[in-house]
């Protein structure tokens, strides 16, 4: 074996030595302190002849922050109960949000430049190298309210739009699910009941299914007047900006325009019939007639083959190798020099993250290992993650800043190389079924059921453009978009399914639901794509990494795949790279 005897645990004091009781992180902290008050002052008195050198000050700041920023990140995952990095988290969050607001301010003063000024400036070396993110930022400055008046909206927010989030939180961590299981009662937490029901008991998955509906039932009141009030802040803010499109902000976060998100649904919509076949085939293999909505997510068998994190680590860096040798490289490095936190053990933070080092130009990937399949996917999504921003290291921050419908495009591209290996290389007939069901399931996932989030959310922001959304028309939008996605091929629906997933109340960024599902079919076109091209691929594909925060979706497939996103023949290639897997899993379960 090429790699042997890895170390689990990672390694932080490269990056501030000592943890959270690290001098030298406290240092670091009192120095951005220091250069957003320097920064703010430079940007008060702004004039176009200092903008290179504010726009330096902005990126060395930013960069340092983050630095910060993903340290103490790395602190509480670690370890949950240190006390003293979440008091560090605490003052860097604020600090943070500091920062954002000094960038607005330097937003509208430079909205507030002539366009044959701002162009000519844009022209010299150091300040075209970030043109695309300063273009955008001023741009969408011109498109909203005063300074003075979005300054003041941010302001209320806190204590109004954003509570409602809080708020949710407060009643979801309240809930209890109390069931009753070979006598023996309990009280389970939202968390918990999720996972029994994907329990390989259908008795169980449906006891805990009922219960769990009547506990939201019961809060449908309470989590209804948070979404209408969250929707009704934010269809207010949209109409005193002019904004008649609830989708604008969304998409201009992601840098897609509506074409490309249509032609993206479209190409799922024409080729669903396939993944209803494979629900069908899934309901005759439980033995049922039709899946019932807490089904769909139920394990066929328990056929699961382990690995230890050596053979994981090489098996991945394997299987890397044949489509990119960089990619390969990097993994290896990244697994000699303990830049992984895998170790299976307690007191640390759940799921997994990766984050970068703009700095020390480093970055540390997040999970625990216990040698399953879904690890071995989770830690080459990870890795696809840190290669992404590592072919970044050498660049500007601001031109760093891709939106997260291409952040996992890296991730799930690596993670289709190594899952797709493991189908090739399963042992057992089972074993294959069983990595081919994981597959078809995730598809599942990002065409059926973030489909029915998109729909229902889109009626629904509409509606309450009307007026307040009751609990019954939300019960009845949710049960329609569910149908429609599912293509009326489930037995139950779950009509609470609005109250119940916390992504329809996040505030930070509105309909986090489409951007998933983009960069899962954007990397499945791509590796289409490799798989044609062999080795020639891997330089084409490093450059589009390169690309992904300096400029649109559609200028970026077209300039590095010669591809137009907004038409569906696009979109077909990766629902294809999808339908194979349902193929050959149909053709298994015969
Ligand atoms: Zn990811």
Known sequence: MLLQGLRESWDLDSIFSGGSR???FLTAISNIEAQLAALNKKIENFQLDSMEAVVKDVQETAALLNECISFVG?????DVNDKQALTLRGKLESMNAIY?????LLDNKMAEIPDGDWNKALEGEYLSSVAFSLNERRNLASQKLSYEQEALMNDLAV??????STLYDTVVGKIGIEVEQNGKKETLSVGQAENRMTSADRQERETVFTKYTEAWAQQGDYCAEALNHIAGFRNSVYRHRQWDDVLKEPLDINRMSADTLNAMWQAIDENKNLFVSYLDRKASLLGLEKLSWHDVDAPLSSADSKM???????????QFQSFSPKMAEFSKKAFEKQWI???DRTGKRPGGFCTGFPVKNETRIFMTFSGTPSNVSTLAHELGHAFHSHVMDDMPYLATEYAMNVAETASTFAELVVSD??????KTKEEKIALLEDKAQRSVAFFMNIHARFLFETRFYEERKKGLVSVERLNELMTEAQKEAFCNSLESYHPYFWASKLHFYITDVPFY???YTFGYLFSACIYAIAKQEGSSFEEKYIALLRDTASMTVEELAMKHLNEDVTKPAFWKKGVEVAMEDVTEFLELTK
């Open 22 to 24: 690290s001098e030298e």
């Open 341 to 343: 936190e895998a170790e």
């Open 421 to 426: 290996a493991a189908v090739r290389n399963a």
């Open 159 to 164: 204590d109004g739009y954003h509570s409602w």
């Open 74 to 78: 790395c602190l509480t995952a670690q």
């Open 308 to 318: 230890s994190y050596d053979e994981a680590a090489n098996f991945i860096v394997e």
């Open 100 to 104: 954002c607001t000094i960038l607005v």
């Open 513 to 515: 639901n489409f951007p």
